[in-house]
């Protein structure tokens, strides 16, 4: 079975602090992602890594970054929090010519 | 991408089966159906996925009628634990790369 770990299921973190969400998959998956989902607005791509050190931004990028040193890892990076950034965010992976993706449990993150 | 049309909400009790409709009349012939759901306050699982002919795997059945326009997922057995809500989507795979977009859903209530 895939296994897509994040490292958190809730974090609370104050407004202006640097947040690291960690993201681990034992699949060998070429693609990863990271998603923001939040009422009424369904899932929204933040960005998403193809490979190694490479990275696209998705729609909503602004505020976040992210680092993929290790095929199996996606880490995302809110820079400073803010409050608009409380929210559930969920890491997904896939092979890269097929169109399953398989997610985490979610991080469930509150900025205060 | 095609759009999807689902019943807002569904009910069905529990070991019987359980049909989910998926309207997508204006499909492409490249486009493949597939099927999410999210269990509240879970990351998304895929379930399945077909192009023209009916698919079954351990989770469930999917079938596709003969002009595309639309499919059914079937839950053989429902269970309790398949309350959730499900996802229709209708991707190419030249598009594998990129987000996934789940509309509202059918909210399905399994109940004993």
């Known amino acids: 079975d895939v296994k897509v770990t994040q490292s958190s299921r809730y974090l609370v973190k104050r407004t202006g602090e640097k947040v690291f969400l960690e993201c681990v998959q034992d699949?060998?998956?070429?693609?990863m992602f990271w998603y923001r989902q939040d009422p009424g607005l369904g899932l929204r791509l933040i960005y998403f890594?193809?490979?190694?050190?490479?990275?696209e931004k998705g729609d909503i990028p602004e505020g976040y970054s992210v680092s993929r040193e290790k095929k199996e890892r996606f880490s995302l990076i809110l820079e400073s929090a803010s409050t608009n950034q409380t929210s559930m965010y969920l890491c997904?992976?896939?092979?890269?010519?097929?169109?399953?993706?398989?997610f985490g449990p979610g991080t469930r993150l509150t900025v205060t | 991408d095609a759009k999807t049309t689902q019943p807002t909400s569904m009910d069905c009790a529990e070991g019987r089966a359980a049909n989910l409709p998926c309207n997508h009349s204006t499909i492409s012939g490249n486009e493949y159906v597939y099927w999410y759901r999210q269990i509240h306050s879970q990351g998304p699982q895929y379930i399945i996925h077909?192009?023209?002919n009916n698919e079954t795997n351990e989770m469930a059945s999917l079938i596709i009628t003969e002009d595309r326009k639309s499919s059914t997922l079937i839950l053989p057995h429902a269970t309790l634990r398949d309350t959730a809500v499900y996802y229709c989507i209708v991707r190419s795979l030249n598009q594998a790369g990129t987000a996934l977009i789940f509309g509202k859903g059918t909210t399905l209530s399994v109940s004993s």
């Open positions: 997904a992976s896939s092979r890269q010519s097929v169109y399953e993706q398989y």
């Open positions: 890594s193809y490979d190694v050190k490479m990275k």
């Open positions: 699949m060998d998956h070429e693609n």
């Open positions: 077909g192009l023209k």
